[in-house]
Structures are given as structure tokens and as C-alpha cells.
């Protein structure tokens, strides 16, 4: 009868999108909402959160910056001071019209960003270069009234940080943005084994108000590129609307250069969907919420449980290890903790007792590895990096094989069809190209890459003197 209660998962090839909401409920990361488009981030879920957002929190504390908390509510008027940013977001915006039963006398913006706060503080409280560089982030939500949601993916309320500095110059406002890239950049490649291509957003994919913006591109298994994360270079454009001046050395009255740059819990959409299987989940040892699982092979028999419960406190100190000695039968157990993607589990029962042994099962490959008990702590750790590694590798290695490269709309079109993934394409910097490109193949720039290579000579779309290579993809 327990069989029944292993949850099945749609088969990848056959429905992705299908295939990706079972692996998020059924393996308990979320629970919908009675709101449309928001999510209940359950335990399990919010423990991968956890183990993500303590990993980038170092690192942003790291490199100088301190954590502050702004307000979740916004004035309109304070809003529209600069005139770009409030176009590119108006489209998204929740607001509220009512204290009570009483009209407010000024609309009130739920945050959907949270550059215009932070430009009302610094005009405060900078007033000299002796007060720069502020490297201030916040840990927050925030609300995006978006017209289709997937969990994690795309919801109205989400949670992410956002950084936003501000600069004497504006080349240290540029190193600033190029530093959160690479920061970004190792969070995903190090911890979530997801590999990236890093470049910069074209004109009209660039954040609203910024001067411009690089990001960290990813791909997911179904050959569709997901934005990881943003780094923008504000210049002097939120200073200038806000009125954020400095006396510099000279005693001169300046400007500064600002940055913003956030992470979101769509990252972990992105874990999902780089390493996950038709099992479910598969997750990096690094950000696991448990990675080790015992599960208890005849645990009726004696000796077993303490066995297994002396294992588990032994194992504690080292790696987050789980034990379950409920009375579901071992196949279950099995099932279970292979969809949620728990790197290795441990079977331990009275055959492996008496050999004084236990058997280490990988959750990326299935193989099986007897381990002597004295062994199990070491064998563990490289069994964990070597699981890391072997991710990483494994994506890596998906990125390049869905990478084509294209000439002309032929060759892309084709390309994208018998290969969906990312296009290399020579592009002429014309955003009429830009926007033909995504008519008639439903593909976008996704950046600029740093690292740039000469496909052609001649735009792949309108054979013009091409300009710099973009990658392309379609996208979530």
C-alpha cells in the first residue's frame, strides 16, 4: 500500500513545464497560494533558500558592504522622480489606495525595486567624498504585478537582496558593478554548480534608468536561457533626480555614481532546472538541506535504530545529515529522498552491522559504494565535492553542447530548431534587428558577452557591418 504514496513526476521530454511543477510541489520546496501567482515557500524550500542566501550574504559582507532594511512602501511622488525607472516598472506595480477605510491622500507603491529609497537616504546622509563609497544591501521581498507566474520562476512576491551603492567616481561605481557580477558569477558556477555566461544587457534589455547593466546568463535543460542575476551601472542619473551631491576634494560640488544589483529566489528555479531529472530533484552538496539521509534497512531488528541514531550524531558535526526511522517501507524512503534531490543516501541494516560497513548510494549517478565504517566521514566529503564537481561538469558540458553559432536568419532559425539552446550571432548594435530577431523567432538578446569572438563580419540579420556577438535564446 505505501507504494501508492510515492509521488510520480511527468517525464521531462514529454511535459517540461508539467515535469517542473511536479518536482516543486511533490518534492515540498512550495505550496500554492489562495493569491494568484504567489507561493507558500515551504520548509524544505526555504531551507534551500537559507543554505543560497547565507552562501551570498558572506560574500557581499565580504567585500564591504553592510546589510540595512528599507521601508516595503514607496510614495508615488518619490517614485516618479526619475523618469525612466518609473516607466520601465509602471507596468508592474501594486498599489495601495487605503489606509483602512480611509482613501490615502497619495497612492503608495509596494516596492518593486527599491533604488528611489536608497537615493532618499543617501541625499541625507552623504554630504562629503569623506562619506563615500555607501555599500549598503537588503535582504527583502518584493511585489511585481507579473501577468503569467511559475514558482520561483516568475511570481507576483518574491525574496531576494539588493545591493546599492554609491561612488566618488564614476569608474569606481563601474568596478563596483563588474566586482557584484563576479560575485554573482561564483555563487552560481561554486555552490549551485550552474555555469553562466557573463556580458552586458543590450540598450533595450538594460534595467530602467540605468546606464547600463551586466548579468550572469544561465541554461536550463529545455535549451532556455534564465537571467540569474543583474549588476547595473546607474551613473549619475538617480543623483542628479534626487539631488545626492558631495564636496569632493577640491571642495567642489559633485554628483555620485551609483550601482544596484540583485539575486532572487529564482535561482533556485534555475537549480531545478539545470540539474533536475526525471527522479526530481538533484542538488548541489554545498546548497543541500540535508546531504546525507540514513535510511534504516530492517529497523524492526535489533540494534539497527541505535545503530543508525549513533551514526547520525556521529555524522552531525561534519555534514547536515537527516535519519528516517518512520514505519514507510525502505523502497518508499528510497523514492522519496530521490526526489528531493538529497545528494547521498546511507543504508545501513544488520548484514552491514555485522560487516561493520555501510553502503553510500549518489543522487547524480545511483552508483553504490560499500564504505567501511570507520571510513565514512572521509569517504563522505570527497564523495560530496566530487558530486559538486561532477554537476557542475555535467551542466557545463549540456551549455556547450546546446550552443550553436549562426551567420544568417537560416542558419538561426534551423539552429534553434534542431538545437534549442543558445545562438551566437553577430549583431549590427540596430535595435530594429533586435526586435525582428525576437518576431520572428522568439528569441532574445541575452547579452553581450565579455568574452567576445568574430563569428562574421555581417549581422546575422540584416547583413550589415555587425557591431559585437550576442548570445541568444529563447527565455523564461
Given at each position: 500500500?505505501?507504494?501508492?504514496?510515492?509521488?510520480?513526476?511527468?517525464?521531462?521530454?514529454?511535459?517540461?513545464?508539467?515535469?517542473?511543477?511536479?518536482?516543486?510541489?511533490?518534492?515540498?520546496?512550495?505550496?500554492?497560494?489562495?493569491?494568484?501567482?504567489?507561493?507558500?515557500?515551504?520548509?524544505?524550500?526555504?531551507?534551500?533558500?537559507?543554505?543560497?542566501?547565507?552562501?551570498?550574504?558572506?560574500?557581499?559582507?565580504?567585500?564591504?558592504?553592510?546589510?540595512?532594511?528599507?521601508?516595503?512602501?514607496?510614495?508615488?511622488?518619490?517614485?516618479?522622480?526619475?523618469?525612466?525607472?518609473?516607466?520601465?516598472?509602471?507596468?508592474?506595480?501594486?498599489?495601495?489606495?487605503?489606509?483602512?477605510?480611509?482613501?490615502?491622500?497619495?497612492?503608495?507603491?509596494?516596492?518593486?525595486?527599491?533604488?528611489?529609497?536608497?537615493?532618499?537616504?543617501?541625499?541625507?546622509?552623504?554630504?562629503?567624498?569623506?562619506?563615500?563609497?555607501?555599500?549598503?544591501?537588503?535582504?527583502?521581498?518584493?511585489?511585481?504585478?507579473?501577468?503569467?507566474?511559475?514558482?520561483?520562476?516568475?511570481?507576483?512576491?518574491?525574496?531576494?537582496?539588493?545591493?546599492?551603492?554609491?561612488?566618488?567616481?564614476?569608474?569606481?561605481?563601474?568596478?563596483?558593478?563588474?566586482?557584484?557580477?563576479?560575485?554573482?558569477?561564483?555563487?552560481?558556477?561554486?555552490?549551485?554548480?550552474?555555469?553562466?555566461?557573463?556580458?552586458?544587457?543590450?540598450?533595450?534589455?538594460?534595467?530602467?534608468?540605468?546606464?547600463?547593466?551586466?548579468?550572469?546568463?544561465?541554461?536550463?535543460?529545455?535549451?532556455?536561457?534564465?537571467?540569474?542575476?543583474?549588476?547595473?551601472?546607474?551613473?549619475?542619473?538617480?543623483?542628479?533626480?534626487?539631488?545626492?551631491?558631495?564636496?569632493?576634494?577640491?571642495?567642489?560640488?559633485?554628483?555620485?555614481?551609483?550601482?544596484?544589483?540583485?539575486?532572487?529566489?529564482?535561482?533556485?528555479?534555475?537549480?531545478?532546472?539545470?540539474?533536475?531529472?526525471?527522479?526530481?530533484?538533484?542538488?548541489?552538496?554545498?546548497?543541500?538541506?540535508?546531504?546525507?539521509?540514513?535510511?534504516?534497512?530492517?529497523?524492526?531488528?535489533?540494534?539497527?535504530?541505535?545503530?543508525?541514531?549513533?551514526?547520525?550524531?556521529?555524522?552531525?558535526?561534519?555534514?547536515?545529515?537527516?535519519?528516517?526511522?518512520?514505519?514507510?517501507?525502505?523502497?518508499?524512503?528510497?523514492?522519496?529522498?530521490e526526489m528531493k534531490g538529497v545528494p547521498v543516501r546511507l543504508e545501513a541494516g544488520p548484514r552491514d552491522i555485522e560487516k561493520n560497513q555501510v553502503v553510500l548510494v549518489r543522487r547524480d549517478t545511483g552508483e553504490k559504494l560499500i564504505v567501511a565504517i570507520d571510513e565514512v566521514e572521509a569517504k563522505l566529503g570527497a564523495l560530496l565535492d566530487e558530486i559538486q564537481q561532477n554537476l557542475f561538469s555535467r551542466a557545463k558540458e549540456l551549455l556547450e553542447k546546446k550552443t550553436s553559432v549562426a551567420e544568417n536568419m537560416e542558419q538561426f532559425k534551423e539552429r534553434l530548431e534542431t538545437n534549442p539552446g543558445m545562438i551566437k550571432a553577430?549583431?549590427?548594435?540596430?535595435?530594429?534587428?533586435?526586435?525582428?530577431?525576437?518576431?520572428?523567432?522568439?528569441?532574445?538578446?541575452?547579452?553581450?558577452?565579455?568574452?567576445?569572438?568574430?563569428?562574421?563580419?555581417?549581422?546575422?540579420?540584416?547583413?550589415?557591418?555587425?557591431?559585437?556577438?550576442?548570445?541568444?535564446?529563447?527565455?523564461?
Amino acid at each position: 500500500m505505501e507504494k501508492e504514496f510515492v509521488k510520480s513526476i511527468t517525464a521531462m521530454d514529454k511535459d517540461f513545464a508539467q515535469w517542473y511543477t511536479d518536482v516543486v510541489t511533490k518534492a515540498d520546496l512550495v505550496d500554492y497560494s489562495s493569491v494568484r501567482g504567489s507561493m507558500i515557500i515551504r520548509p524544505y524550500g526555504y531551507a534551500l533558500w537559507e543554505h543560497i542566501r547565507d552562501a551570498l550574504d558572506g560574500m557581499i559582507k565580504e567585500t564591504g558592504h553592510e546589510n540595512v532594511y528599507m521601508p516595503l512602501f514607496i510614495p508615488e511622488s518619490l517614485l516618479e522622480k526619475e523618469k525612466d525607472h518609473i516607466a520601465g516598472f509602471a507596468p508592474e506595480v501594486a498599489w495601495v489606495t487605503h489606509g483602512g477605510s480611509e482613501e490615502l491622500a497619495e497612492r503608495l507603491c509596494v516596492r518593486p525595486t527599491s533604488e528611489v529609497l536608497f537615493c532618499e537616504h543617501y541625499k541625507n546622509i552623504i554630504h562629503s567624498y569623506r562619506d563615500l563609497p555607501k555599500l549598503y544591501n537588503q535582504w527583502a521581498n518584493v511585489v511585481r504585478w507579473e501577468k503569467t507566474t511559475r514558482p520561483f520562476l516568475r511570481t507576483l512576491e518574491f525574496l531576494w537582496q539588493e545591493g546599492h551603492t554609491a561612488h566618488e567616481t564614476d569608474e569606481d561605481a563601474h568596478e563596483e558593478t563588474k566586482r557584484m557580477l563576479d560575485v554573482y558569477a561564483t555563487l552560481l558556477e561554486d555552490y549551485l554548480a550552474v555555469p553562466v555566461v557573463k556580458g552586458q544587457k543590450t540598450e533595450k534589455e538594460k534595467f530602467a534608468g540605468a546606464k547600463f547593466t551586466y548579468t550572469v546568463e544561465s541554461l536550463m535543460h529545455d535549451g532556455k536561457a534564465l537571467q540569474a542575476g543583474t549588476s547595473h551601472h546607474l551613473g549619475d542619473g538617480f543623483a542628479k533626480a534626487f539631488g545626492i551631491n558631495y564636496l569632493d576634494r577640491e571642495g567642489k560640488l559633485q554628483h555620485v555614481h551609483q550601482t544596484s544589483w540583485g539575486m532572487t529566489t529564482r535561482v533556485i528555479g534555475a537549480l531545478i532546472m539545470v540539474h533536475g531529472d526525471d527522479r526530481g530533484l538533484v542538488i548541489p552538496p554545498k546548497v543541500a538541506p540535508t546531504q546525507v539521509m540514513i535510511v534504516p534497512i530492517a529497523q524492526h531488528k535489533e540494534g539497527v535504530l541505535d545503530f543508525a541514531y549513533g551514526l547520525k550524531e556521529r555524522l552531525s558535526g561534519a555534514f547536515r545529515t537527516g535519519i528516517d526511522a518512520s514505519d514507510k517501507n525502505p523502497g518508499w524512503k528510497f523514492n522519496e529522498y530521490e526526489m528531493k534531490g538529497v545528494p547521498v543516501r546511507l543504508e545501513a541494516g544488520p548484514r552491514d552491522i555485522e560487516k561493520n560497513q555501510v553502503v553510500l548510494v549518489r543522487r547524480d549517478t545511483g552508483e553504490k559504494l560499500i564504505v567501511a565504517i570507520d571510513e565514512v566521514e572521509a569517504k563522505l566529503g570527497a564523495l560530496l565535492d566530487e558530486i559538486q564537481q561532477n554537476l557542475f561538469s555535467r551542466a557545463k558540458e549540456l551549455l556547450e553542447k546546446k550552443t550553436s553559432v549562426a551567420e544568417n536568419m537560416e542558419q538561426f532559425k534551423e539552429r534553434l530548431e534542431t538545437n534549442p539552446g543558445m545562438i551566437k550571432a553577430m549583431w549590427c548594435g540596430k535595435r530594429e534587428c533586435e526586435d525582428k530577431i525576437k518576431e520572428e523567432t522568439g528569441a532574445t538578446s541575452r547579452c553581450i558577452p565579455f568574452e567576445q569572438e568574430k563569428i562574421s563580419d555581417t549581422c546575422v540579420c540584416c547583413g550589415g557591418e555587425a557591431e559585437s556577438m550576442v548570445v541568444w535564446a529563447k527565455a523564461y
